[in-house]
């Protein structure tokens, strides 16, 4: 997961620095989604109570909540959840079992978590669309062995492989959402007086407009749209590349048709989810200076 060494950087609210790490985690978003691509919807997985063996535990959450918090429970005791740039799904996690490390005082104290909508929007819209050519080609294979009706769709029954990766996508986007307050807080340093009047009348639209940027929001949708077209598609040694780095796609539908995901949807998971998301985390965050 990308993150920034807050013991040894110097300026961990250097826009460029949080830029970089907001640009690695595009391609740990994007290849996860890749992998999850791969299996089907399996809707079980994020319905909660349908679980007998779960039940049996006392617990009444999903399999994908589940997942989350043995998994959140064994990183909070190494002390994951200390760090000023990571935010659990989980609640009443344990203590560390580590001594606390002396992280330097970088944001305003707070407690937004915007990880309830992210697993929402995860798991409501981006899940049925990423998964849609396995889960279709799920049914195709079902009715040739004679399965046909409700079985026939969306369940593979690889819970454990497809939640592993599910909870890698949620935490990496959870922290590029987060990192929403490491610009707001750089933003609000470089020109407090900027900021002020907005925040003391509280004004919204001017708080957005001061942090965000339209023309940094479009290139970023444009490379995001380049990496995942080219990520996705198996590049052999025959394959010809463009000028811009990009495979050369061609054939029926472009890149869509052949790509191991649907690139169009990575854009939108961007552009619909997480980009207002960061918005509204880094003026929520802002307001509070």
């Known amino acids: 997961m990308q993150s920034q060494n807050f013991m040894l950087v110097e300026d961990p609210l250097s826009l460029e620095r949080i830029r970089s790490v907001l640009t690695r ?13 791969q299996f089907a919807h399996n809707p079980r997985i994020y319905q ?45 996690l344990p203590k560390p079992v580590l001594p606390p490390l002396s992280f330097p005082k970088i944001l305003h104290p707070n407690n937004i978590n915007a990880n309830p909508s992210i697993l929402s929007f995860y798991t409501c819209a981006i899940i049925p669309r990423i998964t849609r050519r396995a889960t279709l080609a799920l049914s195709t294979l079902k009715r040739a062995n004679g399965i046909v009706g409700d079985d026939e769709f969306e369940d593979d029954g690889n819970y454990g492989s497809a939640t592993t990766i599910d909870v890698e996508v949620v935490q990496a986007i959870s922290k590029r959402v987060h990192y929403g307050k490491f610009v707001s807080e750089s933003k609000f340093i470089e020109n407090p007086a900027a ?16 942090i965000t940027k339209p023309e940094v929001e479009r290139k970023l949708l444009i490379r995001l749209q380049k990496k995942a077209a080219t990520y996705a598609q198996d590049i052999g040694i025959d394959t010809e590349i463009l000028p811009d780095g990009s495979p050369k796609i061609s054939g029926f539908g ?36």
């Open 25 to 37: 985690l595009e391609d740990t978003i994007i290849f996860s989604l890749i992998e999850r691509a």
């Open 195 to 210: 900021f002020i009047p907005h925040i003391q009348k509280p004004n919204r639209k001017a708080l957005e407009e001061l």
């Open 48 to 92: 909660r109570g349908v679980f007998d063996e779960l039940k049996d535990l006392g617990f009444n959450g999903s399999w994908l909540e589940w997942f989350l918090k043995e998994t959140e429970t064994f990183h909070a005791k190494a002390r994951r959840y200390t760090s000023p740039d990571e935010y659990p799904f989980t609640c009443d």
């Open 254 to 289: 472009g890149v869509n048709g052949s790509a191991k995901i649907d690139v169009d949807g990575v854009v939108d998971l961007y552009e619909s989810y997480i980009i207002p998301l960061t918005k509204e985390v880094e003026v929520c965050f802002v307001q509070l200076a």
